[in-house]
């Protein structure tokens, strides 16, 4: 049986190492990336690369080099993010994407290239070695969840998850008729950076679950569906 390959944005810390380290767990082919690739952990990543989504020569020379490789990726996650909480050096930014009294377009932008539209351009770039079956993966939020917003605000993080929402959808419908699958997952709040320690999952549990429903093909039956790490269906 042929290797398969599992491809993971943003894969040295958080859900990315631990998504990493479940799929080398079923001796998958692991790539990783990071924007830098010497943070990698190479117990677990079979082939690591610099990539950084903020900046469009990165990604053009990340996929040229993957597409050149020629080997047919079978999962692509989309993990990596941008949460503009993380501009710590800047203590307005955070205030500028999540309050309508300052908010300022060009930052809020920097959250909806990074968290939706780079996805979309490494899946366009990616699409030539993608997988007869390939499934990929965008991880979303569920602050993305139009349905489920009850508080205002947030306009960069839960925006820019909405829109990968969308894009997640639309190409799902694209490749429907292709054998292709496209899903959003909501992770839940996890044991993260950003989750914090009071977070009710671990990233670890997250990812098996993720790897799980994809080797018992529940992410290949849900195409176009924003779904809960139990296979559920989570409010667009």
Not at 84 to 93: A, I, V
Not at 99 to 122: C, G, Q, R
Not at 131 to 157: E, F, M, P, Q, R
Request: aromatic share 8%; glycine share 10%.
């Amino acid at each position: 049986m042929t290797q398969k390959t599992v491809l993971i944005t943003g894969a040295n810390r958080g859900l990315g190492a631990a998504l990493a380290k479940a799929a080398h767990g079923h001796a998958f082919k692991v790539i990783g990336t990071a924007r830098k690739s010497s943070a990698l952990d190479a117990s677990f990543i079979d082939q690591g690369y610099d990539l950084d989504l903020s900046k469009a020569d990165s990604i053009a020379s990340f996929c040229t080099k993957i597409v050149k490789a020629g080997h047919p990726i079978d999962f692509l996650i989309n993990n990596a993010g941008f949460n503009p909480k993380d501009r710590k050096d800047d203590p307005t930014y955070f205030q500028s994407t999540f309050k309508i009294a300052y908010f300022d377009a060009s930052n809020v932008s920097d959250s909806i290239w990074i968290n939706a539209l780079a996805p979309m351009t490494l899946i366009s770039k990616l699409l030539p070695i993608l997988a007869d079956d390939a499934v990929v993966l965008n991880i979303s939020s569920w602050l993305g969840s139009i349905g489920g917003k009850t508080a205002g605000g947030h306009y960069g993080y839960a925006g820019s998850k909405a829109l990968l929402n969308m894009f997640t959808r639309a190409v799902a419908l694209e490749l429907a008729d292709t054998g292709r699958t496209a899903v959003a997952l909501n992770p839940g709040w996890m044991r993260t950076d950003m989750g914090g320690d009071n977070a009710e999952r671990s990233p670890d549990e997250v990812a098996k679950a993720v790897v799980d429903m994809w080797t018992d093909g529940t992410l290949m039956s849900k195409n176009g569906q924003f779904l809960n790490i139990d296979g559920t269906e989570h409010p667009w």
